[in-house]
């Protein structure tokens, strides 16, 4: 087992911040593997040594947590962590516009992100669009749509660590065509993307493009950039610290 592993197993939690933490950790295994240690005393006061390093680091880290609390992760006390509908409600939140009580009160700020960040127009953000997350088609339900009618229409569809369905891109994408009819959008403008971990496209993907949830990471991570309010700035630096921990595993 990694130092790193060892480290994340013992405090429950890992940051990067603290790999140098680990360096004990390391050094004891690297010791520990590398001599041959006939002398059993030898082998128990090594080990003493080792534990007592690592209890005291344990008390400085749940000292520093009493007082700064740098784990906490409310996503993480709501049972958050990689359910999907969950997930497309926030990205949903984030891309509406409207200024209304509960919003961010940034505009289309996260949604322009999105639109420069896949090289979609960014007039897109200045129209009046409409986003809504699980919106039931004839034949499916995509898991968050975003659309202004005979301009564009945006459908994503988010997997954390299933798979598409049977037929299931094929039944979203019938149903991304009828509205784009519907409201009268031309090709060009109509879009859908497969959201997953690495970015992984099925073969029958039809008209569906590649989207990675590091993608997402890097637009939220974009956002956070900006002046933003004490309460969204925290708010984002906690959906990243879900995004990182339970979907990209780092």
Known sequence: ????????????????TKIAHAEIIESFFKGYNATQLRDQRQKFLQ?????DEVGKIKKRFISNEEKQLEFLN??????????????????AWLFKREKIAGSHFQDSLFFKEFCKSLGLPLWYA???????????GEESRIDISIKCPSRFIIHIENKVHAGAGYKQLKREWDDL??????YHIPDKNTHAYFLTKTGYLPKESFGFRSLSWERIATIVRGCTNNQLPVKLQWFLNQYLMTINEHILGV
């Open 1 to 16: 087992m990694s130092s790193r592993n060892v480290y994340k197993s013992f405090f429950g939690n890992f940051s990067k």
């Open 47 to 51: 080990t003493k040594k080792f534990i």
């Open 74 to 91: 409310v996503f993480d006390v709501l049972g958050f962590k990689t359910d999907e509908v969950r997930h497309s409600q926030v990205m």
């Open 126 to 136: 200045d129209e009046n669009y409409s986003v809504t997350p699980e919106e039931s």
């Open 177 to 182: 065509k009828k509205n784009q009819y519907e």
